[in-house]
């Protein structure tokens, strides 16, 4: 038959496509066109498809071959095509039976030899396909445990394309089944038992846990800031099915998805280097639009040790994502859509010369200012809790008994969650820091002593608009940790506090 055609799936982001492999086979000069809008990868296909061929010991047909990717104006990036070309060749040169080939969608690579290699995003491309109807896939046995994950279809996973020859000729046990979906090993979160000291920043921590809120660090070296920040996943809930499918489909889209684990149900904790550019922050790239940390940190932790030493572009970048919790990238190719909903967790020095006191610090007064001044104001009122460390003192450090376990403030945690989940039932929103401004207003104001409190705060300049938004999530995370259906007035304070950096 000159003419057959195979399904695969294009993504865009985390989302999918199905493509149609459509190979023809005609007289003339042999030789081999792709057409269909592919990317550099996509291009160097044929190449590869046609040398895994012949070393898997089939003849590559010696006609005039046109491979179509429809449709032709989605953009096809990767090299997840190799398979689906091949086995639509075959099937065009009546190498293998017709009616073995026209179901489900292929995905891999090809290497030379025949192997068939594991590729980005198969997660992502699997569940779009089920959205689109479709029940069986074949795929590399490198994905084959994230591809596992995916219910209702029937996945088998190739380790060569000399096994997938075999396959389609009716040996049918060659190919591997998916067995009984693992989430492997995951190593446990360090203890928030380890934090000496610090009760004003484990408190925060324990609110922002509750909340989902931004949290922003300033201390000495050695107070603790790290180790505090590490520690938040520990008593943030583990993520639902749906959010670990979202969380696990943007890792395997980055290439970043251990084959030990293929889901991930822990927040994730991202800790980029103060060098890092905002294409590897925000995500982008020249040719293929790759997620970057934000998006890495989706329903986890975003922690920005020195925040001061990241370039001001990188961090004024953060601005949006934080409030839409998604980011979309747009290129001269496309555009993409990653989601973002993370909490963020700056950490910074006092100064540049990190000095544990203020008198002992070397600094200029106007180089205070300036290196402060590094974190823009319009990033800082999208933090809602602001905290001061200071030093450890020596002889606190010695006698110091173990702080509290993370295992009770997750329960506690958990208990705020739950009662925030029913106050917003019937919405999208789960956690009080998602809920606009305008809904927050119509469900609770506060009113007496401390409507007058956040009143004078304004007046004064403590408070902007925004601030006085994120105090109400604030105190009403206060109120949900205290078992309060409506916040009083020491849960106002408390958030108040909390905003102003006036807690420690």
Not at 293 to 317: M, N, Q, T, W, Y
Not at 433 to 450: A, D, H, N, Q
Not at 496 to 504: D, E, F, N, P
Request: aromatic share 4%.
């Amino acid at each position: 038959m000159p003419l057959f055609c195979t399904t695969s799936v294009g993504l865009n982001g985390i989302e999918g496509e199905l493509v149609r492999v459509e190979v023809d086979l005609a007289q003339g000069l042999p030789g081999t066109t792709l057409i269909g809008l592919g990317d550099t990868a996509v291009q160097q296909a044929k190449d590869r498809v046609r040398a895994a061929l012949v070393n898997s010991g089939e003849t590559w047909p010696s006609r005039r071959i046109t491979i179509a990717l429809s449709p032709a104006s989605l953009h096809k990036r990767g090299s997840a095509f190799d398979l689906p070309i091949a086995v639509a060749v075959l099937a065009a040169a009546g190498a293998v039976p017709l009616n073995s080939v026209d179901r489900g969608v292929w995905l891999g690579e090809l290497g030379l030899d025949g192997r068939v290699q594991a590729v980005r995003g198969v997660l992502p491309a699997l569940l779009s396909a089920r959205a689109s109807g479709v029940k069986f896939a074949i795929v590399p046995m490198g994905n084959l445990a994230e591809a596992s994950l995916v219910s209702g279809v029937t996945v088998l996973g190739a380790a060569s394309l000399r096994d997938v020859v075999r396959y389609l000729r009716g040996d049918a046990d060659i190919l591997t089944a998916t067995g009984e979906t693992s989430q492997g090993y995951c190593a446990e979160s360090p203890d928030m038992a380890d934090v000496l000291g610090q009760p004003e920043a484990r408190a925060a921590l324990e609110l922002a846990a509750a909340g989902g809120h931004h949290v922003a660090m300033v201390g000495p070296p050695g107070a603790g800031k790290t180790m505090l920040a590490s520690r938040l996943p520990g008593i943030l809930p583990p993520l639902t099915t749906e959010e670990a499918l979202k969380v696990t489909a943007v890792h395997s889209v980055a290439g970043v998805l251990s084959s030990n684990m293929p889901l991930v149900t822990m927040p994730p904790f991202i800790d980029p280097h103060h060098t890092a550019s905002d294409v590897a922050i925000i995500g982008g790239g020249s040719g293929v639009i790759r997620p970057g940390s934000i998006s890495l940190a989706h329903r986890g932790v975003l922690f920005l040790d020195e925040a001061p030493e990241f370039k001001r572009k990188v961090l004024d970048c953060l601005r949006q994502p934080m409030e839409s919790g998604e980011v979309l990238i747009a290129r001269s190719t496309g555009v993409a859509r990653y989601p973002a909903r993370f909490q963020l967790i700056l950490a910074s020095n006092p100064c540049a010369c990190a000095a544990a006191r203020d008198i002992d610090c070397t600094c200029a007064a106007g180089a205070r200012m300036r290196y402060s001044g590094r974190l823009s104001g319009p990033l800082m009122d999208r933090i809602d809790i602001r905290i001061n460390l200071p030093a450890l003192d020596p002889v606190s450090m010695a006698s110091a008994e173990p702080g509290e376990a993370s295992a009770p403030i997750l329960e506690r945690v958990l208990q705020a969650r739950d009662r925030a989940r029913r106050r917003w039932l019937g919405t999208t929103w789960t956690t009080n820091s998602e809920v606009p401004g305008s809904m927050l207003r119509k469900t609770w104001r506060p009113s007496g002593e401390g409507a007058r409190l956040l009143d004078r705060a304004i007046r004064t300049g403590l408070l902007t608009g925004r601030g006085y938004d994120r105090v109400l999530r604030l105190s009403l995370t206060a109120a949900d940790l205290a078992e309060r259906d409506v916040p009083c007035m020491s849960d106002i304070a408390t958030a108040l506090g909390m905003r102003s950096g006036a807690a420690a």
